[in-house]
């Protein structure tokens, strides 16, 4: 078994098309429209869906907003340098909503940053 991707939905597809590829550098491998379901589906990352764990943006045509709940946590990606990867997305529009710093308790260098739904993103910087 291979986990294969992790699907979020959004109100607005441009604007999440957007931050994750211009914002978070993902690339855009595809995407389908469903004209009978009245949906839209985008998957994004970065490498290819064979090599890799991709995200699965789902877009509900007419639906605009969802409450993300309290049981939603996080997705995690691993950057080389976390205070360099906050100044980045800030220089591109992102909102950083935990700057990069040592964890609680820990050692290792985190941040986090939120997409426009509200989705929160993890930065951890490898050692």
Same mark, same amino acid.
């Given at each position: 078994?291979?986990?294969?991707?992790?699907?979020?939905?959004?109100?607005?597809?441009?604007?999440?098309?957007?931050?994750?590829?211009?914002?978070?550098?993902?690339?855009?491998?595809?995407?389908?429209?469903?004209?009978?379901?009245?949906?839209?589906?985008?998957?994004?990352?970065?490498? !290819?869906? @064979?090599?890799?764990?991709?995200? &699965?943006?789902?877009?509900?045509? %007419?639906?605009?907003?969802? =409450?993300? /709940?309290?049981?939603?946590?996080?997705?995690?990606?691993?950057? !080389?340098? @976390?205070?360099?990867?906050?100044? &980045?997305?800030?220089?591109?529009? %992102?909102?950083?909503?935990? =700057?990069? /710093?040592?964890?609680?308790?820990?050692?290792?260098?985190?941040?986090?940053?939120?997409?426009?739904?509200?989705?929160?993103?993890?930065?951890?910087?490898?050692?």
């Amino acid at each position: 078994m291979r986990l294969l991707h992790t699907m979020l939905r959004v109100g607005d597809l441009d604007k999440s098309l957007a931050f994750y590829t211009e914002v978070l550098g993902m690339r855009l491998l595809r995407r389908n429209d469903y004209p009978e379901g009245k949906f839209t589906l985008a998957f994004v990352g970065y490498q !290819d869906e @064979a090599d890799g764990t991709v995200i &699965e943006l789902t877009h509900n045509w %007419g639906v605009e907003r969802y =409450e993300i /709940g309290t049981g939603y946590g996080h997705i995690a990606l691993a950057v !080389d340098d @976390a205070y360099t990867a906050c100044a &980045e997305i800030k220089s591109r529009g %992102g909102k950083v909503t935990r =700057e990069a /710093g040592p964890m609680k308790g820990g050692s290792t260098v985190i941040a986090f940053v939120e997409d426009p739904d509200g989705y929160k993103i993890e930065l951890i910087q490898r050692k």
